[in-house]
């Protein structure tokens, strides 16, 4: 079971396939223009989607963000 944020955030990387999103880009959708832009809270989120799949289909994007990647056949 994801909690709303998750999934806001699964979404968002799904509509986004195979694009590479930044923190900041997730940041701004999933919050209001108050939140701490240094928290770890989107790396925590990535984190429990990733255990939550039970499949890395979110690929971390050194110095640029996240990707998700289209599911292989």
């Not at 955030?9 to 799904?14: D, G, K």
């Not at 939140?35 to 790396?43: A, C, H, L, M, P």
Request: proline share 1%; hydrophobic share 35%.
């Amino acid at each position: 079971k994801l909690t709303s944020h998750e999934f806001r955030l699964l979404a968002y990387l799904m509509h986004h396939m195979g694009e590479v999103v930044s923190r900041t880009e997730l940041v701004e959708h999933l919050y209001d223009q108050d939140f701490d832009r240094d928290s770890n809270t989107i790396e925590v989120f990535v984190g429990r989607l990733r255990k939550k799949m039970g499949i890395d289909m979110i690929e971390t994007v050194r110095g640029m963000g996240y990707r998700m990647r289209e599911p292989q056949a």
